[in-house]
């Protein structure tokens, strides 16, 4: 028997909520309402069917992407791992490549695949583009065989993330339409970083460097579909916060993304006089910062941290100082024994 034991199974969300209906006036019909609360229905991972019940509150793990992509993953109804790929930097091949292909990774044929499941690949590829004259010239270790769908625990966003090829909060917001997230039980993903490289060739040089585009200890993976039946929550970043997707209009959210290039760019220019301001006095605080400022701050961290050498480079030491940066940028102070602004005027 299945670990849900013997919950009622119900094929669909919508009979899972026309149960969850019946129960609240039955409990209601008998002076029992404070029974309801919290009834929720949900998808259960062991039958694959809906339940109703009090679910043990837990947090979510997140994909993060983009609005353009919105659409592809409605229609076909399911988050899916990715194809098997071959990453290039968009910066280096002609602009028609880059048009096609802007988040920077080629899709390998099956032929291709098979072929390298048999035999060892050259240590330099060269991988038409198809539809165009031009080749893809790139070193093996960037094709990627066994892509994974990939989940952060961060609630914030996922600093690895790099659907338009470039890095960056802020260039995938602006080049992707807008950012986008999915929200699943962290069951639904139970593979991890060992074991993306278990499955893929990554020589150390290059795994040190990938794993500093982000905090792999967050990082949770899954090499099979999930249904959008399964997942919890899609938000949108909408004004400064993670919104139900239903629950913005399409033309303010085009509004809103006509804007945040003119917020960007006067954040890089207020940003560095508060910083400035800010290192003047006695107590060294990270000034007060609005919305995209802080996205420009962080942004410009993360950058700084991928320019170093992975050779020299503490990833957990790395880690704790963005945490600490979190937290600086939260509470106004770089440590709990630095005056807040407020107390330094008083």
């Known amino acids: 028997m299945p670990e849900c034991g013997e919950k009622v199974r119900h094929p669909t969300r ?23 609360v919290g009834l929720a229905a949900y998808p259960c991972e ?23 992509l919105l659409d592809p993953i409605l229609e076909s109804d399911a988050l899916r791992p990715p194809a098997p790929r071959l990453v290039f930097d968009v910066n280096r091949v002609p602009p028609e490549v880059r048009r096609r292909y802007p988040d920077g990774c080629l899709p390998l044929s099956r032929s291709f695949v098979s072929r390298a499941q048999a035999q060892r690949l050259p240590r ?3 991988v038409p583009v198809p539809g165009t004259r031009f080749r893809i010239r790139s070193s093996h270790l960037l094709a990627e065989l066994d892509a994974l769908l990939w989940f952060s625990r961060d609630a914030e966003w996922e600093h690895s993330v790099r659907i338009t090829g470039r890095p960056g909060r802020e260039n995938n917001e602006i080049g992707g339409g807008g950012l986008l997230r999915f929200g699943v039980r962290a069951s639904f993903a139970k593979l991890r ?35 959008l039946n399964g997942v919890h929550a899609i938000e949108v970043y909408y004004r400064g916060h993670w919104k139900p997707v239903a629950d913005v209009a399409d033309d303010e959210f085009d509004r809103y993304l006509a804007e945040r290039p003119a917020a960007y760019a006067a954040a ?4 560095p006089l508060k910083l400035e301001a800010a290192g ?9 910062m609005n919305e995209a400022e802080i996205i420009v701050c962080e942004d410009a961290w993360w950058q700084g941290r991928e320019r170093l050498e992975s050779d020299h480079a503490d990833i957990t030491a790395l880690n704790a100082a963005w945490k600490a940066l979190r937290v600086s940028i939260t509470t106004g102070r770089i440590d709990s024994g630095c005056a807040t602004r407020s107390e330094k005027q008083a």
Do not use: F
């Open 124 to 126: 330099v590829l060269e």
């Open 280 to 288: 003047r006095g006695d107590i060294v605080a990270l000034p007060e």
């Open 268 to 271: 890089r220019e207020s940003l």
């Open 193 to 227: 970083w060992s074991d993306y490289l278990e499955r893929n060739t990554t020589p150390m040089r290059m795994r040190d460097a990938l794993a500093g585009l982000g905090n792999p200890t967050e990082w949770l993976a899954t090499d099979e579909a999930i249904p």
């Open 14 to 36: 919508d009979d899972a909520l026309a149960h969850i209906k019946r129960l609240v006036w039955k409990n209601h019909s008998v002076g029992q309402s404070e029974r309801s």
């Open 46 to 68: 062991h039958c694959q069917m809906w339940h109703v019940g009090h679910q043990r509150s837990t947090p979510l793990v997140w994909h993060y992407t983009v609005v353009r």
